[in-house]
């Protein structure tokens, strides 16, 4: 039997800025990025509406952020593990982005399942 594999897969190098990033399938002149901003800000770093996706991220910038999205039929198993690569306030902190979405069963709330955390100092 195979592993699974993402029905769709796209990759490309993309500028990050303002400490977030936002995914827009199909920009609506009715999308309230502000408010989805202000969500993912207040709450877990991460907010979502039918117009698009904002994720707030640990850097402040970089501009040639290697970034892969990925597009399941049902949940991916478990990836690798998060690398520490790069400190915030430089603007080539060597992050990467995986972002990986399927439709679930059902009406789950948008939420990280994984995330990299500063080890403490």
Request: glycine share 10%; aromatic share 10%.
């Amino acid at each position: 039997m195979s592993a699974p594999v993402p029905r769709r897969v796209e990759e490309r190098a993309v500028r990050l800025d303002y400490g977030q990033f936002c995914l827009c399938g199909h920009p609506s002149p009715d999308a309230d990025y502000m408010t989805l901003l202000e969500q993912a800000i207040n709450g877990s770093g991460i907010a979502a509406d039918d117009n698009g996706v904002i994720v707030i991220s640990p850097h402040q910038n970089n501009f040639e952020m290697p970034f892969r999205l990925e597009v399941w039929d049902d949940p991916p198993p478990i990836g690798p593990g998060f690398v520490n690569r790069g400190w915030p306030g430089s603007t080539i902190p060597g992050d990467r982005w995986r972002v990986q979405l399927w439709s679930p069963a059902g009406d789950i709330p948008v939420r990280r399942l994984k995330q990299w955390r500063q080890p403490a100092v």
